[in-house]
């Protein structure tokens, strides 16, 4: 049996410096808060709890005082900076370059004299997509998919962004029937905000998965990003499995298997692609 761990799975840049960040402060300090999960990952987030990290909610935040919070790569609304300000809090903040430079951007165009409409094309609820609306004081519209785009209304200029997490033909089907549905005179503009360590990622873990007779993909059951890696590896290969560590390995799908795959969504950590491995070969 031969094992090979995808090379270009792993950590993205704006993880790997939250993660950084965290165990900066906790080895000097031995404690430190963190505001939401600081990945999508419950094996990293218990790793990093067993030396000092705990997570807490916004409601939690309210209560505390005089202490250091770490803010995630997901990013924040505007109203966190606030809270922080107010309770003497010191943020540590980790927010992604790319998160935080689409958070400018709808800002500034919320904050246009003609307050154009505003579509996010986006999972409601997720960290990310809470700090993007919150640059527009919640008045954005959030859209999950092309069957909701009737939401929209067509008869005033609109402004489309997207996660930076969502799919690249998602957003693009989204555009071409927004389009279809434009009134005479309706400005529209689109940007492309997808993060391209994501979707740069689709063509190589296409390939990856066509290479192996099996494929285990490594992957937090919250990571939006993992989600849609996973679905384009079990396109490329029907063989292929979603695990959130080595204990949810069936061995009845290693049954004559020579060639085996593994790898992960920009939310896994290395360390646990590595463990599944490991354990393939005790097996």
Known sequence: MTIEIDKGSGF?????????????????DGHLYCLGDIVHNSN??????????????????AQLNDVKVLLRAHGEPPETYEVARRNNIEIIDATCPVVLKLQQRINKTYNTKHQPQIVIYGKRGHAEVNGLVGQTKGSALVIENVDEIDKIDYSRDIYLYSQTTKSLQGF????????????PGV?????????????????????????????????????????????????????????????????????????????????????????????????
């Open 187 to 283: 400005k529209f503009e689109s940007y492309d905000t997808i993060c391209r360590s994501v979707a740069n990622r689709i063509p190589q873990i296409r390939e990856f998965a066509q290479q192996h007779e099996l494929i285990l993909f490594v992957c937090g059951s919250k990571s939006s990003n993992g989600r849609i890696l996973f679905a384009e590896c079990l396109d490329a290969n029907p063989n292929s499995h979603l695990i959130s560590n080595e204990s949810e390995i069936d061995p009845e799908w290693l049954k004559d298997k020579e060639n085996i795959g593994i790898c992960g969504a920009t939310s896994t950590p290395r360390w646990l692609m590595n463990q599944v491995r490991d354990y393939l070969l005790t097996l």
């Open 44 to 61: 990293e987030v218990e790793r990093l709890g067993r030396i000092g990290l705990e997570t807490i909610t916004h409601e939690q935040l």
């Open 12 to 28: 993205c840049f704006g993880v790997t410096t939250a993660i950084s960040k965290a165990q900066e402060v906790l080895h000097k």
């Open 172 to 183: 693009k089907t989204i555009v071409e029937e927004i389009n279809k549905r434009l009134q």
